[in-house]
T-cell receptor
C-alpha cells in the first residue's frame, strides 16, 4: 500500500514563495504528481516527477528525491488566485496497475 | 473541447434507491477512475479501469459497481445507497503513457 503525508494548512503572503512538502511510503514508486483544487472545483494536474530533481512550469516548480521519499511543490510570486488546496499523489508500479493515490491535501491561503 | 463530463452535478436520493452517475470522456483516454472526496480524508479511489472491460477495485470499493463497456464511458453504480455514501464524487481520465488525469466537474451526492 501507499501513504502520503503533507501539511494540512499553509499561509503565505502575496508575492512571496511557499513550499508544500510531501513525504510518501510506497512499495514500488512510479512517480509523484501534484494537483490543485480550488473550492468547489475539480482537481487540475500541475506537475509530475518521475526522476530526482526539479521540474519548472512557470511560477510552479516541483522537486523529487526518491532516496528520501520526499517531494515538494514550490510556488513563486504568489497571487491571491493561488489560494487553493494542493494534493500530492503517487502511482505504485508494483501493484501491476496504475491507480493514483492522493495525500489529504494542503490548504494554501494567500493573504495580502 | 476535451473534457470529462459527469452527470448529474447534484443528486439527493433516499437510502436503498439504486442510482447511476455517468462519466464520459471525449479524449480517447485508456485510463478512467472514480474518486470520492470527503472533508479531512482527501480523494480516495473507488474503482479504476485501464481499458475496455478491464476494471479493478481502488481503496474504497464497497457499495459501488462500475462497468467499462465502451472506452469513453465509465458509469458508477450504487445498487443500494446508504447515508455514508454521501460525498463529492469525481471521475477522471488520462491517456496511457501520460501522468496527468483530467477530472470531471464532480457530482455531489446526498443520501438521506
Amino acid at each position: 500500500g501507499q501513504s502520503l503525508e503533507q501539511p494540512s494548512e499553509v499561509t503565505a503572503v502575496e508575492g512571496a514563495i511557499v513550499q508544500i512538502n510531501c513525504t510518501y511510503q510506497t512499495s514500488g514508486f512510479y512517480g509523484l504528481s501534484w494537483y490543485q483544487q480550488h473550492d468547489g472545483g475539480a482537481p487540475t494536474f500541475l506537475s509530475y516527477n518521475a526522476l530526482d530533481g526539479l521540474e519548472e512550469t512557470g511560477r510552479f516548480s516541483s522537486f523529487l528525491s526518491r532516496s528520501d521519499s520526499y517531494g515538494y511543490l514550490l510556488l513563486q510570486e504568489l497571487q491571491m488566485k493561488d489560494s487553493a488546496s494542493y494534493f500530492c499523489a503517487v502511482r505504485d508500479r508494483n501493484s501491476g496497475n496504475t491507480p493514483l493515490v492522493f495525500g489529504k491535501g494542503t490548504r494554501l491561503s494567500v493573504i495580502a | 473541447e476535451a473534457q470529462v463530463t459527469q452527470n448529474p452535478r447534484y443528486l439527493i436520493t433516499v437510502t436503498g434507491k439504486k442510482l447511476t452517475v455517468t462519466c464520459s470522456q471525449n479524449m480517447n483516454h485508456e485510463y478512467m477512475s472514480w474518486y470520492r472526496q470527503d472533508p479531512g480524508l482527501g480523494l480516495r479511489q473507488i474503482y479504476y479501469s485501464m481499458n475496455v472491460e478491464v476494471t479493478d477495485k481502488g481503496d474504497v470499493p464497497e457499495g459501488y459497481k462500475v462497468s467499462r463497456k465502451e472506452k469513453r464511458n465509465f458509469p458508477l453504480i450504487l445498487e443500494s445507497p446508504s447515508p455514508n455514501q454521501t460525498s463529492l464524487y469525481f471521475c477522471a481520465s488520462r491517456p496511457q503513457g501520460a501522468p496527468g488525469y483530467t477530472f470531471g466537474s464532480g457530482t455531489r451526492l446526498t443520501v438521506v
